[in-house]
């Protein structure tokens, strides 16, 4: 961008993060700026190690249950339930109908409630402070569901081999009634605020562009890929629970930018509203648990691999038995960490300002990056 | 009020007059009367303008805001205000001292200095210069130079960073800001503040320079870096600009200059465009309080709304939309008088 | 003609920024959503998994076997159970039981993996204490609070 009639200017290194508000955890960036223009950034992970795979091959089957749950802790209903189908594989056990409904809709309140987060945080991400609170706002109407059946607010510990833990208590009908009111109205004030306000079309709107074959050839998944214009969603493609039942339009979008990557999640939001709807309508009656199921399972030697699309994208979980009643290898394969990986090549050239919104539309989430 | 000014003034002038003083003391004695009610007037505003924003900002996103100190938290920033000034006082070991230390009473001075012509009622104006509005935008650009040098004498690249982008920022705004008062000037035939309140007796200049207004509104905003403007110190990239280094009661004192200025620009804005004290029923000094503060609770709506800019759209914002705006406004204002 | 559409989209941006500031203006005149909290508090939930306490018997004690379930479900090895055999007398004694609340995740599997209902989770959520020992909860601590689990299995 330099040309021999421009002021020579020097390049000079910033450091973002670890503990910059904006990483959306800790994620540190090492920027070579010249003037407010990026010239190279390099990223480094790993703050957040836990070591989650490792832990997983030392503990029952059973035991890391819980723990699934604070891989991404955004959406652990999704990590519990890729680990749960992964058993239930092994074991070649059938889920009664109830409780795989119980765990779509789970599923979708847990995904509206990582969604909220987004909107909050890339709203707060470009300066605007208030849609953040709203987007919280929404969040505890889903958090407040899943906490009177499952007991927590964030890591549920909902799932169970064969089922799940509870079925609905009594309280939880009327207000799952007026969140299905409530929310599309809530859904409308986001889009006031910002779909079509002047100043987030120009910071977003071509900003970070992603084209289809190279989000492929990324990796990418989720939200991200399907706002680059293409239609792959788990969901659709390879339904799994109750979402062959339910059926699923995924929200494609064409143009790959920032805003496309808004769009995508605040029309997901109402999707996932929608079939929060058909779960409630459509919900069997039966048991939530299959009888005799084991606690502590020793799962037949052999391997399998669990899909499931996560608020960020493909979540997928290779797993091994040896025969024994822990695992032998339980790898994760987490949305976050493909998304992130372009992360060097779309900052490049960019103005430091843009750093944060095209880091932040990319709704990655740092335990799911270093697990 | 200005009874009592008068009155007050009187005694004053007898009272110098009787010890037999040169009248210089007269002067200097109601300068220094205004200085303190002025720099007594400022402290209270603030105050209640951190209230107000916090307040408004927490209602908006559905939350309470201070509650504990006082009546729904109304002593609260005085507890903030003594807390800061027990903080310790941390001087980076590599800064630029003298500057440092200056920088902050740079800041806050200006504003100050700037409400002496501002017109709080009929009469209430501590010097109704007759190049008011001249001197205004004069003395409030200082304030650039206080922000860069708090900037770079802080020795560090991010508050140099954002004292750069604030640099630019102020100088933009500050051409649109000055050529949309031109206007009103131009109506008024006169740039003193007293002189453009008594032209808008039967109508307010907000009705014949609309245009001039919202670009006033506008580059009011980018002036003392709100939301959509606050490049300055944008906390998503900058974390907090200018003012990083500095801690105690030199943080207070950009923060005390920063609503002290949101306050000043809507005044100035109610004056050019409102029509200053004027108004039915309540007395003047009401009117132009009420006025100030609508222009006031805009600003911190847009703040608690909007997005910001980027840096470049910001600037090419300011050149290349508002100012051709303030100057077709002009050339229409001009056109208008010279054949009407 | 472009200068049509310029208009066009100055009009429409400052209408769109209007709709936003009269939406927030909207949630000014709305009720705040937050609770002063020491004063007041949300209800919580009869299943909220606040911490494991034990369920005291008819006679007032524990009904711990000691039959030591639920230690291998535990992901935190936050359990410690002592037990011993006396001649005469069926089953096992319990010496010492206690949970490490300091190591305890709150995942409930323990409480699922009572057969004896000697366990619950109970919504007391305000347990920070400045010495990490006064979370070490035995038998007397952890019967000190009773109440209605809802949330058993």
Excluded at chain 2, 256 to 276: K, Q, Y
């Amino acid at each position: 961008m330099a040309t021999d009639t421009a002021i020579r200017t020097e390049e000079f290194q910033v450091n973002m993060g670890p503990q910059h508000p904006s990483t959306h955890g800790v994620f540190r960036m090492v920027l070579t700026m010249d003037g407010e223009r990026v010239v190279d950034c390099e990223p480094h992970i790993g703050f957040l190690h836990r070591s989650m795979e490792k832990m997983a091959e030392n503990r029952l089957y059973i035991q890391f249950l819980p723990m699934a749950d604070r891989i991404d802790y955004l959406s652990s209903m999704f990590c519990a339930v890729a680990h749960c189908e992964a058993v239930e594989q092994f074991m070649e056990i059938e889920v009664p109908p109830r409780a795989k409904y119980l765990r779509t809709m789970f599923m979708e309140l847990n995904r509206i409630a990582s969604h909220c987060i987004f909107f909050g945080v890339f709203a707060l991400d470009l300066g605007a402070v208030t849609p953040f609170l709203y987007g919280f706002r929404e969040r505890e109407l889903t958090m407040d569901l899943l906490e009177m059946t499952s007991g927590q607010r964030i890591t549920f510990n909902y799932v169970r081999f064969g089922g799940v833990a509870a079925d609905l208590p009594e309280s939880f009908f009327p207000a799952v009634e007026r969140f299905i009111k409530v929310f599309p109205g809530r859904v409308t004030d986001y889009e006031r605020i910002l779909n079509e306000n002047e100043i987030f079309l120009a910071r977003t709107k071509g900003i970070g562009v992603v084209d289809a074959a190279r989000a492929i050839n990324y990796g990418w998944s989720g939200p991200n890929l399907r706002s680059s214009g293409v239609d792959f969603d788990l969901r659709q493609n390879m339904p799994y629970e109750a979402y062959g039942e339910l059926g699923y339009e995924p929200v494609v979008l064409p143009n790959g930018d920032c805003y496309d990557r808004y769009l995508a999640r605040i029309l997901e939001m109402r999707a996932s509203h929608a079939l929060i709807k058909k779960c409630m309508e459509g919900l069997p009656e039966g048991p939530t648990q299959k009888e005799k199921v084991s606690k502590f399972p020793k799962l037949p030697a052999g391997e399998v691999y669990v899909r499931v699309e996560s608020p960020r994208g493909d979540y997928g979980l290779y797993l091994v038995s040896d025969g024994t009643d822990k695992p032998y290898r339980y790898k994760l394969r987490t949305p976050s960490f493909n998304n992130l990986s372009m992360i060097r090549e779309m900052l490049r050239g960019v103005y430091l300002a843009d750093i944060v919104p095209i880091f932040g539309s990319l709704d990655v989430i740092l335990p799911d990056v270093d697990r | 009020m200005k009874r009592l000014l008068e009155i007050l003034g009187d005694w004053w002038a007898g009272l110098v007059g009787s010890a037999g003083l040169p009248s210089w003391v007269t002067v200097l004695g109601e300068m220094v009367f205004a200085a303190i009610l002025i720099g007594a007037f400022i402290a209270v505003l603030v105050l209640f303008l951190i209230w107000l924003t916090r307040k408004v900002s927490a209602h908006i996103q559905l939350r309470f805001g201070p509650m504990r100190v006082g009546w729904h938290g109304a002593v609260q920033t005085v507890a903030d205000a003594f807390k800061l000034l027990q903080k310790e006082d941390t001087t980076p070991r590599v800064c630029d001292r003298p500057v440092f230390n200056v920088a902050p009473f740079l800041a806050f001075a200006p504003t100050v200095v700037a409400f002496v012509v501002i017109p709080f009622g009929d009469g209430v104006i501590v010097r109704d210069l007759n190049i008011g509005v001249l001197f205004l935008f004069a003395i409030t650009t200082i304030n650039v130079i206080a922000i860069i040098s708090g900037g770079w004498a802080s020795g560090s690249k991010y508050s140099l960073l954002g004292g750069f982008r604030s640099a630019a920022q102020l100088v933009s705004y500050e051409v649109p800001l000055v050529l949309s008062a031109l206007g009103v000037i131009m109506l008024a035939g006169s740039m003193k503040m007293g002189a453009i309140v008594e032209a808008q007796s039967r109508v307010w200049f907000v009705a014949y320079q609309p245009l001039a207004f919202a670009v006033y509104v506008i580059a009011a905003t980018a002036e003392v870096n709100r939301t959509p403007f606050d490049i300055p110190e944008a906390e998503q990239e900058l974390v907090a600009g200018y003012n990083v280094e500095y801690s105690g009661m030199k943080f207070a004192m950009f923060f005390l200059a920063e609503f002290a200025n949101m306050f000043l620009v809507s005044a100035i804005a109610a004056t050019l465009f409102l029509g200053g004290w004027r108004g039915p029923w309540l007395p003047g000094e009401l009117w132009f309080l009420i006025k100030s503060f609508a222009i006031v609770l805009l600003l911190m709506f847009f703040r608690w709304t909007y997005p910001r800019l980027r840096v470049d759209q910001l600037m090419s914002f300011a050149w290349k939309f508002l100012l051709p705006l303030a100057f077709v406004n002009l050339l229409a204002t001009g056109l208008i008088i010279a054949l009407g | 003609m472009r200068l049509f559409r310029a208009v066009g989209r100055i009009v429409k941006g400052t209408w769109w920024l209007l709709v936003g500031i009269v939406t927030t203006t909207k949630h000014l005149l709305r009720h705040a959503i937050t609770v002063q909290y020491p004063k007041e508090r949300f209800e919580q939930w009869p299943r909220f998994r606040g911490r494991v306490a034990m369920v005291a018997g008819d006679d007032g004690g524990h009904k711990c076997v000691a039959c030591a379930q639920c230690i291998p479900v535990c992901p935190a090895a936050c359990i410690t159970l002592e037990r011993h055999r006396e001649e005469g007398v069926k089953g096992f004694i319990v010496d010492a039981y206690v949970i490490d609340l300091g190591l305890c995740i709150y995942c409930g599997l323990c409480v699922e993996a009572c057969k004896f209902d000697a366990l619950a989770m109970i919504p007391e959520y305000e347990m920070s204490v400045y010495d990490k020992a006064e979370l070490v909860y035995d038998i007397p601590k952890l019967l000190s609070r009773q109440l209605e689990p809802e949330f058993k299995r």
